[in-house]
């Protein structure tokens, strides 16, 4: 399985949109990798996780092309994972298309609102999107992917999710991004599998959270109960991501501090191969 980060950073980006702040200072004056655009990923080059108001910019420093894309799978509603204005440009004249291009997006019961009030009133944009509801813990097939959606701690007026995503060489990563320590009936679920990769929320940095959003002593717990339940074990990759300003910590800050745990900091263009 490869995963590439396309971005890496909490809804406001870092540096923030209108953050005076002296991490965003920095990061302005360092560059390279302090500089974290909105979190989204691609998995095997072809299912592409959140869709945030910098997939944009992403398919400009990566080279995409949108137009080929298959698959979008969503973890919530919030704008920085789901930027509704720029699917609806997905469609003549602002897009030309294959007949036959339909992108699959995948979400929750918030996400499926947002759909239903745009596509409800939009015939032409309904045949180039084709959104799928789909429950908590039930699995579900794409291509090439099988895929779990299990419940996160995170905004509590909607059911946000982490991923369970199970490729055809059997390949298996939990992608969570936006959450706290998982809730019990998600142990539960991850309890009866190993995993290779797991990527994990670190909004905070180093600074404890758990509730809505974790930081590195949040990551630890969850790495030690996985390793515990044995659904992790020595080969299986850790990875943080989503960070912000307000943890403070520069990327080789983050490096050093995550470094005696084994985790790998994520940064935009971060690729890695499990
Ligand atoms: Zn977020
Ligand atoms: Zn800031
Ligand atoms: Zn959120």
Redesign the pocket.
């Known amino acids: 399985m490869k995963v590439k980060y396309l971005g890496t950073g909490a809804a406001e980006g870092w ?2 949109v209108f ?3 002296r ?2 200072r920095e990061a302005r004056d360092r560059g390279g990798k302090n500089i974290r655009t909105r979190s989204s990923a691609l998995i095997n080059d072809s299912l592409m996780v959140d869709f945030p108001p910098d997939s944009y910019c992403h398919i400009i420093n990566y080279g995409l092309d949108l137009s080929k894309l298959k698959h979008l799978v969503i973890t919530h509603s919030h704008q920085d994972h789901f930027y509704i204005d720029d699917l609806k440009l997905r469609k003549p004249v602002f897009a030309h298309l294959e007949d036959d291009s339909v992108l699959n997006i995948y979400g929750n019961k918030a996400v499926a609102g947002i759909m239903a009030e745009i596509l409800d009133d939009n015939s032409i944009l309904k045949q180039y999107l084709n959104f799928h509801y789909i429950p908590p813990f039930e699995t579900f097939r794409t291509d090439d992917m099988m895929i779990t959606p299990l419940l996160a701690s995170h905004d509590r007026k909607e059911d946000c999710y982490i991923y369970i995503f199970e490729d055809k060489d059997g390949k298996r990563m939990l992608y969570g991004n936006d959450t706290g320590i998982f809730p019990e009936e998600t142990w539960d679920y991850i309890g009866r599998f190993r995993f290779d990769l797991v990527s994990l929320d670190c909004t905070s940095g180093p600074l404890q959270e758990g509730t809505y959003h974790m930081g590195i002593p949040d990551n630890i717990r969850i790495k030690e109960r996985m390793l515990q339940m044995g659904s992790a074990d020595k080969d299986t990759k850790f990875v943080i991501t989503h960070f912000s ?1 307000n943890g403070g910590l520069l990327h080789d800050q983050l490096v050093e501090a995550a470094k005696p745990h084994d985790f790998d900091v994520a940064y935009d263009g971060f690729e890695l191969f499990v």
Do not use: K
């Open positions: 540096p923030g953050c005076s702040c991490a965003c300003h």
